[in-house]
């Protein structure tokens, strides 16, 4: 009980928003999942590129800011993940990267 009232009280606990910003992000990343199962021609080449830049530049805030926000760095590197999925089935979609299959023939 002691250690669920310090981090309660912590400054990154629930009643800060080193706590809620993070829960916030993982919509981004649910949202990015959720767009894995549709086809790449729906996806936005320019909004998941900057999607891509927002979460490497929140990373490092994240890794930056005193107290350091582990919650918000990882929430970050997960959207980043998917981003980066996300920016890759595009560019093959487009033709700018090919299978690796591809390029044996």
């Not at 990154?12 to 928003?17: A, F």
């Not at 919650?71 to 090919?98: D, F, I």
């Amino acid at each position: 009980m002691a250690s669920f009232k310090a981090f309660l009280n912590s400054p990154v606990g629930p009643k800060t928003t080193h706590f809620w910003g993070p829960i916030g992000n993982w919509g981004f990343i649910i949202a990015g999942l959720v767009d894995t199962q549709k086809p790449p021609e729906m996806i936005s080449g320019n909004m998941t590129s900057v999607m891509c830049v927002y979460s490497a530049l929140f990373m490092r805030f994240a890794w930056m800011v005193q107290p350091r926000n582990y919650l918000l760095m990882v929430s970050h590197a997960s959207n980043e993940t998917v981003q980066l999925y996300q920016l890759s089935r595009w560019a093959r979609s487009q033709g700018y990267l090919q299978k690796k299959a591809d390029k044996a023939e």
